[in-house]
């Protein structure tokens, strides 16, 4: 497997914004759907938005819907997650993943994973 490398976390206020990247590293290949989930302590991993190399076509978990919006930069093997009018329920470590499968309006994650970066968000 491979790490991805992740940036962009940080504490912000309520309503503000954070953009967080995911580089797949060096030489390697990788399928090019990815995917961002997030983690809030005592709850499950959770998926927050998706993304397919082919269209591309995305999704989004309802209690982002609006405000988060993914992208990728294929020529920098790269995705984006901007995150808007960020609330504190979204705190959490948040994890890239790519290399999984983009079907039915979700997002299925490989085993290849960012380290995580955590956003805290104070009301």
């Known amino acids: 497997q491979v790490q991805l490398e992740e940036s962009g976390g940080g504490l912000v206020q309520a309503g503000g914004s954070l953009r967080l990247s995911c580089a797949v590293p060096?030489?390697?290949?990788?399928?090019?759907?990815m995917g961002w989930f997030r983690q809030a302590p005592g709850k499950e991993r959770e998926l927050v938005a998706g993304?397919?190399?082919?269209?591309?076509?995305?999704s989004y978990s309802d209690s982002v819907k609006g405000r988060f919006a993914i992208s990728r930069d294929d020529a920098k093997k790269t995705a984006y997650l901007q995150m808007n009018s960020l609330k504190p329920e979204d705190t959490a470590v948040y994890y890239c993943?790519?290399?999984?499968?983009?079907?039915?309006?979700?997002?299925?994650?490989?085993?290849?994973w960012g380290q995580g970066t955590q956003v805290t968000v104070s009301s």
């Open positions: 993943n790519a290399g999984g499968l983009y079907r039915d309006n979700t997002y299925i994650p490989s085993d290849h």
């Open positions: 060096g030489r390697t290949f990788l399928t090019p759907d």
């Open positions: 993304i397919s190399w082919s269209g591309p076509m995305t």
